[in-house]
């Protein structure tokens, strides 16, 4: 029985010092063979015992087994234990670098969030403010329209009272002086006055000339077929010359008050004015430089002052030219008379109307009163091809 005892004891500690250390292995081999051979077993069978050496032997292998088991169990617990130990710190040190960097992450996304809010607002904000001003603006900007509209009205109203009171005025003086009030009292008047009867007693029986002369009024009668013409223009108007109303004007006006002695720049003027790209500026008072004699041949100044006697380029003749004119971007300028150049003004303003009228820039409705505007015109086209014109002094 001890020696099984031993047998299963030494089999135990072979499995585990061979877990423990290969080494021993083949020792603790040899020795479960020596205990399990069959002459022994029947020994053991038969009442037999071993011998003194041998079971000194077997207690003393027995003794150092045991030795050698119970230190390498503890040291293989106490090494798996700190193994254990070591990684449970090393995770417990990553888990609170992780709850770290979390919370880390948590902050910067609530700072960003409260971010993102504020500039959300800032920015609902300045949107508001911006919508907000641009509408007092437009409030301010339509109000400001309305207020020119009316004044632009008012003027217009006051220029065409002006114009009317203007054109229905009597050309003579007479019709300055007051008239008689009711009850055909004359109105009291300051100062001296002397007796008619006496002084016509003092002068002879000489009747006075402003008794005799009559009273004479600006009268005017629309030609109904020159007025058709123009009405037939108004409603589809046009800068064309071969209209019919255009055509007219053309020929009894435009035409004769353009005509000059130099006829190739009286065509270009003409040119140049439908196309408006004919400048008309006063001559500088400042010395001038001799020119050379190509301005001479378009008429300019003589070397001297600008007021003195030049050339013209229209009628050839030698004038005071006070303006000069140029067409378009060119550089050479042509000196012309005040006579010419109130012609060509004539023809310009005339163009200027009609081109008002084209564009849709004339606001009023009455087709008459439009009409007289340009009778107007045309009577200021008649006058000066007739050699009437205004000078400034």
């Not at 069959?38 to 030795?67: H, I, K, M, V, W």
């Not at 607002?121 to 508001?128: K, R, T």
């Not at 008239?179 to 002879?204: D, E, V």
């Not at 001297?304 to 550089?331: M, N, P, W, Y």
Request: glycine fraction near 6%.
């Amino acid at each position: 029985l001890i020696r099984r005892w031993r047998q299963e004891s030494l089999l135990y500690d072979f499995s585990f010092v061979s877990a423990v250390n290969p080494y021993l292995t083949s020792v603790v081999s040899m020795v479960t063979l020596l205990h399990s051979v069959p002459g022994q077993e029947a020994e053991s069978t038969e009442g037999n015992f071993l011998s003194a050496e041998d079971a000194e032997e077997c207690s003393a292998l027995s003794d150092s087994l045991s030795r050698l088991r119970s230190p390498s169990v503890m040291e293989v617990r106490e090494k798996g234990s700190e193994k254990l130990k070591e990684e449970l710190a090393k995770a417990q040190r990553e888990l609170l670098l992780k709850d770290e960097e979390c919370e880390r992450l948590s902050k910067v996304r609530d700072q960003l969030g409260q971010e993102l809010e504020e500039l959300t607002a800032s920015l609902f904000q300045e949107a508001h403010k911006m919508v907000r001003e641009a509408n007092v603006k437009q409030a301010n900007a339509e109000k400001q329209l309305k207020e020119a509209l009316g004044k632009i009205d008012v003027l217009q109203a006051e220029v065409q009272a002006l114009k009317t009171l203007v054109l229905s005025s009597p050309t003579s003086p007479l019709g300055d002086l007051p008239s008689a009030g009711a009850g055909g009292k004359t109105p009291f008047r300051k100062g001296h006055s002397r007796n008619k009867s006496t002084s016509s007693a003092i002068m002879g029986t000489q009747p006075d000339p402003s008794a005799t002369q009559p009273i004479v009024r600006e009268c005017r009668e629309v030609d109904s077929q020159l007025f058709s013409d123009f009405k037939a223009w108004k409603e589809e108007p046009t800068l064309d010359r071969g209209c019919c109303f255009l055509e007219r004007v053309y020929r009894e006006d435009i035409y004769p008050c353009l005509t000059f002695s130099k006829s190739e720049l009286g065509s270009a003027i003409l040119e140049a004015v439908e196309q408006n790209t004919l400048s008309v500026e006063p001559v500088g008072f400042q010395p001038l430089p001799v020119v050379k004699a190509s301005a001479v041949e378009c008429g300019g100044p003589n070397g001297r002052r600008a007021e003195l006697v030049t050339k013209c380029a229209l009628s050839g003749q030698t004038k005071t030219c006070k303006h000069r004119i140029k067409f378009g971007d060119s550089s050479n300028y042509y000196y012309v008379s005040p006579y010419c150049r109130y012609r060509i003004t004539a023809v310009c303003n005339f163009f200027t109307y009609i081109r008002y009228i084209h564009q849709g820039l004339v606001k009023q409705q009455d087709a008459e009163q439009i009409f007289w505007e340009v009778m107007q015109l045309r009577r200021e086209m008649s006058f000066a091809k007739l050699g009437y014109y205004k000078d400034q002094l």
